[in-house]
């Protein structure tokens, strides 16, 4: 299973743009879609404390969405965390 999971709705142009982000950094990915949850908020809320999508957990550790991936991305953090968790 991958390190990096992220939960998506399809009608979510941030997540879009979450996913690839990760496919052009060549980073493997387990999406998680939340269309068929009519709860979805609640159950992104739980896991990661927003109540929004996309929600990117790496390595169990919630990260927020696709600003706070792009930002690590940006920073170089995001090639770091992806490699360490690889080894």
Do not use: N
């Not at 493997?28 to 957990?57: H, M, N, S």
């Amino acid at each position: 299973m991958p390190a990096i999971r992220i939960y998506t709705t399809g009608w979510c142009g941030l997540c879009l743009q979450a996913k690839a982000l990760l496919e052009r950094r060549g980073l493997p990915f387990e999406e998680i879609p939340l269309d068929d949850d009519p709860a979805f908020r609640q159950t992104v809320f739980d896991l990661g404390g927003r109540w929004t999508v996309p929600l990117v957990v790496i390595g169990g550790e919630a990260v927020g969405g696709y600003r706070e991936l792009a930002a690590l991305d940006r920073t170089g953090a995001l090639e770091e965390l992806a490699e360490r968790l690889a080894a």
